[in-house]
């Protein structure tokens, strides 16, 4: 079944065609995986109201604008919505990034040494408090604490429909792509095939390896920027 047509008008492109896709993932009916999201939403959410104050401080005391940035990204079988992390750059960052070079390989962005990211930005990012904000879309279901990355618009626009398998799961905080390099891994066609890595390998357990594994890719502060 195609996705609808308002789906198509958000990639800006009026001839965009959105590849049908399989049923949903088994992850997806799970009822195990929804009840560890929202307990680990609402620890998330708990140590979020006791960082807001002091992370938000720095923020803006490290540059003007905004404490949160927020953008629409894309889900579960395309589906659009909308997340919000701590401001890590600054605030004209979108239209900077035509100046910035892209190191990675494919229809994503990366650079190592991103000058659109601020002092703040850079150990927000190390340690992942940037992400923080996103355990209300887990919450509602929008998003799951593993899961594939969420990608933007413009990336979804150059999908093909290999590239489009990898949103048969719900998006996630973390995922096999976190754990196996984060940022350091810049080829786009890898990311996908870890995605679908994970998608094979799914189960509760295999989710909750890769949540203990998340924790020793923050802390080995390796692949972040």
Known sequence: MMLSSRN??????SEQVIPSMADNHPS???SFKRITDIAGSLVGLSILAIILVPVAALIKLDSPGPIFYSQVRYGLKGKPFRIRKFRSMVVNADALKASVPNQAQGIIFKNESDPRVTRIGKLLR???????PQFFNVLKGEMS???TRPPTGDEVARYSEYHW???DVKPGLTGQWQVSGRSAVKDFEEIVKLDLSYQRLWSPWHDIKIIARTFLVIFDNKGAY
């Open 8 to 13: 198509n008008q958000c990639f800006n492109s």
């Open 28 to 30: 997806v009916h799970s």
């Open 126 to 132: 190390k340690t992942s408090l940037d992400e923080f």
């Open 145 to 147: 604490l593993v899961g």
């Open 165 to 167: 398998r990898r949103l």
